[in-house]
């Protein structure tokens, strides 16, 4: 089936920018989603990307989409302490579950920030 | 404002009992979904309901049951089959018509132990 991968864990300094990446193999991707998952609390969508586009960017938050090798990559520019979180990837795909309206995610990426 | 509203945010759970955990949203979304999280796991879904009086088995159903009554609700009842409930459990909503975008929204979850 269908999966998305991320690396689990990623460490940068206060004032860095970070770069989280993510790849997924459901070549009928639609949208592509970030979301951001404080401790204790659900998952809040941070931004998404259309699969045709290649790049946007939302004030501190650059999300890059290479379709041809199914890799998607979310940058924080400047990152804070108020930024370390949990980021899930997540892709919405013709071919997604049981209905083209679900989606599947990854396993989250856990950044920690560096005062 | 919108959003999702689960309840309780913690729930404590004998042995040999049923819990019942609640979910509203007022999103007016047709879809709703559960989840179960545990460390590095990332979301593994447990239901799902596109539509009222119908839902469907996600990857892990065994030892819980839902219903969906009421388009605005989709409570799960975690029951005494399930043996190793203790985990942080997350409901979303969204809409599915059309093949746009169509994200996830999150309630803030509720935290299952065991006693």
């Known amino acids: 089936g269908e999966d998305v991968e991320q690396s689990l864990f990623l460490s940068v300094r206060e004032g860095d920018s970070s770069v989280i990446n993510c790849t997924y193999t459901?070549?009928?991707?639609?949208?592509l989603y970030w979301y951001k998952q404080e401790p204790g609390a659900g998952l809040q969508l941070l931004t998404y990307?259309?699969?045709?586009?290649d790049m946007k960017q939302d004030q501190r938050l650059t999300v890059l989409l290479n379709k041809k090798d199914k890799h998607l990559s979310l940058r924080i520019a400047d990152t804070q302490t108020g930024d370390s979180a949990i980021y899930f990837c997540?892709?919405?795909?013709?071919?997604?579950?049981?209905?083209?309206?679900?989606?599947?995610f990854g396993k989250g990426t856990k950044l920690s920030v560096i005062p | 404002d919108g959003g999702i509203t689960q309840s309780p945010k913690y729930l404590f759970r004998k042995e040999g009992q049923n819990v019942t955990l609640s979910c509203e949203q007022n999103l007016n979304h047709d879809a709703m979904y559960w989840y179960r999280q545990d460390p590095g796991q990332g979301l593994r879904l447990i239901y799902y309901?596109?539509?009222?009086?119908?839902?469907q088995k996600g990857d892990i159903a065994e030892g819980y049951s839902v219903s969906r009554e009421k388009k605005e609700s989709f409570p799960l009842t975690v029951t005494s089959a399930q043996k190793n409930p203790t985990a942080f459990y997350l409901c979303?909503?969204?809409?599915?018509?059309?093949?746009?975008?169509?994200?996830?929204?999150f309630g803030d979850g509720t935290r299952l132990s065991i006693l």
């Open positions: 997540a892709e919405k795909g013709a071919n997604s579950g049981a209905g083209s309206y679900q989606l599947t």
């Open positions: 990307i259309f699969s045709n586009m």
């Open positions: 979303a909503s969204s809409a599915i018509q059309g093949a746009g975008n169509q994200p996830q929204h």
């Open positions: 309901s596109q539509i009222v009086n119908d839902f």
């Open positions: 459901d070549s009928s991707s639609t949208y």
